[in-house]
Nanobody, 115 residues
Framework: VQLQASGGGLVQAGGSLRLSCAAS????????MGWYRQAPGKQRELVAR???????DYADSVKGRFTISRDNAKNTVYLQMNSLNVEDTAVYYCNAYRFPAINYWGKGTQVTVSS
Protein backbone atom coordinates (compact mmCIF):
# COMPACT_ATOMS: atom_id res chain seq x y z
CA VAL A 1 0.00 0.00 0.00
CA GLN A 2 1.29 3.43 -0.94
CA LEU A 3 -0.03 6.62 0.59
CA GLN A 4 0.38 10.05 -0.94
CA ALA A 5 -0.46 12.93 1.36
CA SER A 6 -0.91 16.55 0.43
CA GLY A 7 -2.46 19.77 1.64
CA GLY A 8 -0.29 20.99 4.47
CA GLY A 9 0.88 24.56 4.78
CA LEU A 10 0.94 27.73 6.83
CA VAL A 11 -2.27 29.23 8.14
CA GLN A 12 -3.24 31.79 10.74
CA ALA A 13 -5.00 30.77 13.92
CA GLY A 14 -8.69 30.35 13.29
CA GLY A 15 -8.11 29.35 9.70
CA SER A 16 -8.72 26.11 7.84
CA LEU A 17 -6.79 23.55 5.85
CA ARG A 18 -7.71 20.31 4.15
CA LEU A 19 -5.36 17.37 3.96
CA SER A 20 -5.72 14.64 1.37
CA CYS A 21 -4.33 11.12 1.34
CA ALA A 22 -4.56 9.02 -1.80
CA ALA A 23 -4.04 5.29 -1.37
CA SER A 24 -2.88 2.86 -4.01
CA UNK A 25 -1.84 -0.78 -4.12
CA UNK A 26 -3.50 -3.60 -2.17
CA UNK A 27 -6.07 -1.51 -0.37
CA UNK A 28 -8.95 -4.02 -0.34
CA UNK A 29 -7.88 -5.48 3.00
CA UNK A 30 -7.26 -2.15 4.71
CA UNK A 31 -9.36 -1.89 7.89
CA UNK A 32 -9.10 1.82 8.48
CA MET A 33 -7.31 4.93 7.35
CA GLY A 34 -6.55 8.07 9.22
CA TRP A 35 -4.22 10.81 10.27
CA TYR A 36 -1.64 11.04 12.99
CA ARG A 37 0.48 14.01 13.92
CA GLN A 38 3.75 14.65 15.65
CA ALA A 39 4.77 17.97 17.14
CA PRO A 40 8.39 18.74 18.01
CA GLY A 41 9.43 16.92 21.16
CA LYS A 42 6.18 14.99 21.36
CA GLN A 43 5.06 11.49 20.49
CA ARG A 44 3.06 10.76 17.41
CA GLU A 45 -0.65 10.82 18.23
CA LEU A 46 -3.85 9.81 16.53
CA VAL A 47 -5.85 12.70 15.13
CA ALA A 48 -8.71 10.96 13.36
CA ARG A 49 -9.49 7.73 11.56
CA UNK A 50 -12.26 6.29 9.47
CA UNK A 51 -13.12 2.63 9.47
CA UNK A 52 -14.12 0.43 6.57
CA UNK A 53 -17.77 0.51 7.63
CA UNK A 54 -17.69 4.30 7.78
CA UNK A 55 -17.49 4.98 11.49
CA UNK A 56 -15.02 7.58 12.68
CA ASP A 57 -12.83 8.22 15.67
CA TYR A 58 -11.29 11.54 16.79
CA ALA A 59 -8.82 12.74 19.34
CA ASP A 60 -10.58 14.79 22.01
CA SER A 61 -8.48 17.82 21.13
CA VAL A 62 -9.89 18.01 17.60
CA LYS A 63 -13.50 16.96 18.10
CA GLY A 64 -15.88 19.52 16.67
CA ARG A 65 -13.11 21.15 14.63
CA PHE A 66 -11.77 18.41 12.36
CA THR A 67 -13.72 16.13 10.06
CA ILE A 68 -12.41 13.02 8.38
CA SER A 69 -14.09 11.73 5.25
CA ARG A 70 -13.34 9.58 2.27
CA ASP A 71 -14.06 9.21 -1.41
CA ASN A 72 -14.11 5.50 -2.16
CA ALA A 73 -14.06 6.07 -5.91
CA LYS A 74 -10.76 7.94 -5.57
CA ASN A 75 -9.35 5.83 -2.72
CA THR A 76 -8.74 9.10 -0.93
CA VAL A 77 -9.23 10.18 2.65
CA TYR A 78 -9.59 13.82 3.62
CA LEU A 79 -9.07 15.70 6.85
CA GLN A 80 -10.89 19.01 6.99
CA MET A 81 -9.35 21.11 9.74
CA ASN A 82 -11.23 24.17 10.93
CA SER A 83 -10.62 26.63 13.76
CA LEU A 84 -6.95 25.76 13.76
CA ASN A 85 -4.84 26.86 16.69
CA VAL A 86 -1.11 26.94 17.34
CA GLU A 87 -1.33 23.63 19.21
CA ASP A 88 -2.30 21.97 15.95
CA THR A 89 1.13 22.73 14.51
CA ALA A 90 2.77 19.42 13.68
CA VAL A 91 3.80 17.08 10.92
CA TYR A 92 0.72 15.16 9.86
CA TYR A 93 1.03 11.58 8.66
CA CYS A 94 -1.47 9.58 6.71
CA ASN A 95 -1.92 6.04 7.98
CA ALA A 96 -3.54 2.86 6.72
CA TYR A 97 -4.03 -0.09 9.04
CA ARG A 98 -4.41 -3.74 8.15
CA PHE A 99 -5.45 -6.23 10.80
CA PRO A 100 -3.80 -7.65 12.86
CA ALA A 101 -0.94 -5.20 13.17
CA ILE A 102 0.29 -3.78 9.90
CA ASN A 103 0.61 -0.02 9.54
CA TYR A 104 1.41 1.84 6.36
CA TRP A 105 2.57 5.42 6.50
CA GLY A 106 2.72 8.25 4.03
CA LYS A 107 5.33 10.94 4.06
CA GLY A 108 4.48 13.64 6.52
CA THR A 109 3.05 16.97 5.58
CA GLN A 110 3.78 20.03 7.68
CA VAL A 111 0.94 22.06 9.15
CA THR A 112 1.98 25.32 10.78
CA VAL A 113 -0.51 27.55 12.54
CA SER A 114 0.65 31.06 13.37
CA SER A 115 -0.83 33.19 16.14
Amino acid sequence: VQLQASGGGLVQAGGSLRLSCAASGSIVSINNMGWYRQAPGKQRELVARIFKAGSTDYADSVKGRFTISRDNAKNTVYLQMNSLNVEDTAVYYCNAYRFPAINYWGKGTQVTVSS
